[in-house]
């Protein structure tokens, strides 16, 4: 692992036990095993680890949904693929995730709009996807776009909460569940899946 990896490690390590304001950027370096030369040689401050721990797992979520979006012509394969993907980044990057939603309010206002945006990217494949299938008559007809984005985001956001890598059910059980159930809502003829 090079020192720049040891850093965010390390940060998000202690930023996930004690809390952001908790961590100073000695007690990084002391976990670290560096200088603060070699903290700062990698980064200007705390606030862009803390955006890095974020940016990671945003950045292949969404180079993951870009990817299941241009592959499958199919809506309901494309919306399938995205989900399962959606999902996996849970156990991926369980901690990252579980650092964002508990410490995203202290980045500083730069690094929350990149965030944001590629949070909305993310958000605009779904919608994107939903459309295209109510379109195509795979979905059906009256499915409120927006409606069904939100629910299918808070749905699988949800799992930073409970999800446990050692838990009753393994990561792609908890896909194929939430996949079932997500398409069991939105296709017009569920025998397609």
Do not use: C
């Not at 070699?38 to 797992?57: M, Q």
């Not at 996996?88 to 939603?101: C, G």
């Amino acid at each position: 692992m090079n020192l720049r990896d040891k850093i965010i490690q390390s940060s998000l390590d202690l930023i996930s036990t004690e809390g952001y304001h908790a961590v100073s950027v000695n007690k990084i370096v002391s976990v670290a095993n560096t200088s603060k030369g070699g903290f700062y040689h990698h980064f200007s401050s705390k606030n862009e680890v803390l955006f890095e721990i974020h940016d990671v797992f945003i950045t292949y979520a969404l180079k993951k949904a870009r990817e299941a979006d241009k592959l499958n012509k199919s809506p309901t394969k494309r919306i399938i693929k995205i989900l399962d993907e959606f999902v996996h980044v849970f156990d991926l990057y369980q901690a990252h995730l579980s650092v964002f939603y508990q410490e995203a309010f202290n980045l500083d206002d730069e690094y929350e709009k990149i965030i944001k945006e590629k949070r909305n990217a993310f958000k605009s494949i779904i919608s994107s996807v939903l459309y295209d299938g109510i379109k195509a008559g795979e979905f059906r007809q009256d499915l409120n776009i927006d409606l069904t984005t939100m629910a299918i985001l808070g749905m699988v956001n949800w799992m930073y909460k409970w999800y446990d890598p050692n838990g009753k059910n393994t990561i792609s059980e908890i896909s194929n569940f939430y996949i079932d159930f997500i398409m069991h809502s939105v296709l017009v003829d569920v025998k397609t899946l």
